[in-house]
């Protein structure tokens, strides 16, 4: 199965700052999610980008698709203390109707 | 919607001892799936089903783990006997593929301590 790997492990920033996370993959694919999880809570899911797009926005969300590399990005703008999270990204599995998700990014807003 | 809800939230129990997790996904999905959490293993996936029948359990750690969905607003994930090593949080999700493609639901987990 196809797995995310998000870069950095921990990111640490103030707040108004805008906050990049990475994601890599194995395999080919028809969609990448990003995730949020907040201490002590399940997922909830931020945004999904299509094989087939390169960039997509949602609010202070930003991301990115780059096919050719497996890679993509997730660009959080202008911070603030409540985007505190961790951030995963999920990939679709091959021949199955599951995700799997990488380790995550956590992220820490500094007030 | 009142979302994925599970029970009990938390569950602290002995070595040997029998646990039942539950869950009650969004009404109207069609997928469920068990998860676990732990900082070591992250997140993975134990088993899923699609319209109340298992199709993929090959994540179930062991025999000690079974999964049932009697109907389409309740699941149970058993342990038995329950191990220290399987301490981790667990997550029911769900999803509607017709509309959301892959998108899942998560709930707020079962936090599991095996002493």
């Known amino acids: 199965s196809q797995q995310g790997e998000e870069d950095p492990q921990a990111l640490s920033i103030q707040e108004g700052e805008n906050a990049t996370m990475n994601c890599s993959y194995k395999?080919?694919?028809?969609?990448l999610q990003w995730y949020r999880q907040n201490s002590g809570r399940g997922l909830v899911h931020l945004i999904l980008?299509?094989?087939?797009?390169r960039e997509k926005h949602s609010g202070r969300l930003r991301v990115t698709l780059d096919t050719s590399k497996k890679s993509s990005s997730l660009l959080i703008t202008a911070s603030r203390a409540a985007d505190t999270a961790s951030y995963f990204c999920?990939?679709?599995?091959?021949?199955?109707?599951?995700?799997?998700f990488g380790s995550g990014t956590r992220l820490q807003v500094q007030p | 919607d009142a979302g994925v809800i599970q029970s009990p939230r938390h569950e602290v129990t002995e070595m040997g001892q029998e646990v039942t997790l539950r869950c009650k996904p969004i009404?109207?999905?069609?997928?469920l799936f068990w998860y676990r959490q732990t900082m070591m293993r992250g997140l993975e996936l134990l088993i899923y089903?699609?319209?109340?029948?298992?199709?993929?359990d090959s994540g179930m750690p062991e025999d000690r783990f079974s999964a049932k969905m009697p109907n389409a607003s309740f699941s149970t994930l058993k342990i038995q006997p329950s191990e220290p090593r399987d301490s981790a949080v667990y997550f029911c999700?769900?999803?509607?593929?017709?509309?959301?493609?892959?998108?899942?639901?998560f709930g707020p987990g079962t936090r599991l301590t095996v002493t």
């Open positions: 395999t080919s694919i028809n969609n």
């Open positions: 089903f699609n319209n109340n029948v298992p199709i993929d």
């Open positions: 980008i299509r094989s087939n797009e």
């Open positions: 009404s109207g999905h069609d997928y």
């Open positions: 999700a769900s999803s509607l593929y017709g509309t959301s493609r892959y998108e899942q639901y």
């Open positions: 999920a990939t679709p599995d091959t021949g199955r109707r599951a995700l799997t």
